[in-house]
């Protein structure tokens, strides 16, 4: 069957830094845009980086610049999502997701096929 798992979360101290990996099995992520979205409580999710299947990457907000990165290896079949300079307001689940397409979007509601997340928790 096809699934997402994602691991790599925590609890860090402002400043920290994480290393989300977001592993497929089932079905090949090189071939679909892939994205990495996180949902804080008590908000709705919002899109992080989208990895397309070239290898492009986009990005739809200005907290991700110059702190997150996202990137693929395909031999792992795995997706990374690299967090640094990391600040109380990045605490929420973050979640992989599957556009059946191989070019990103910025709409949640593009994305059909999700993870069950891991938890980061940012706090001193």
């Known amino acids: 069957q096809s699934q997402f798992v994602e691991s790599g979360g925590g609890l860090v101290q402002p400043g920290g830094s994480l290393r989300l990996s977001c592993e497929a099995a089932?079905?090949?992520?090189?071939?679909?845009?892939i994205g990495w979205f996180r949902q804080a409580p008590g908000k709705e999710p919002e899109v992080v980086l989208c990895i397309s299947g070239g290898g492009l990457t986009a990005d739809y907000g200005d907290f991700v610049r110059g702190r997150f990165t996202i990137s693929r290896d395909n031999a792992k079949n795995t997706v990374y999502l690299h967090m640094s300079s990391l600040v109380n307001e990045d605490t929420a689940t973050y979640f992989c997701?599957?556009?059946?397409?191989?070019?990103?979007?910025?709409?949640?509601?593009?994305?059909?096929?999700w993870g069950h997340g891991t938890q980061v928790t940012v706090s001193s």
């Open positions: 997701a599957r556009r059946p397409y191989s070019y990103c979007s910025e709409s949640v509601s593009h994305y059909g096929f």
């Open positions: 089932g079905f090949n992520l090189g071939y679909y845009a």
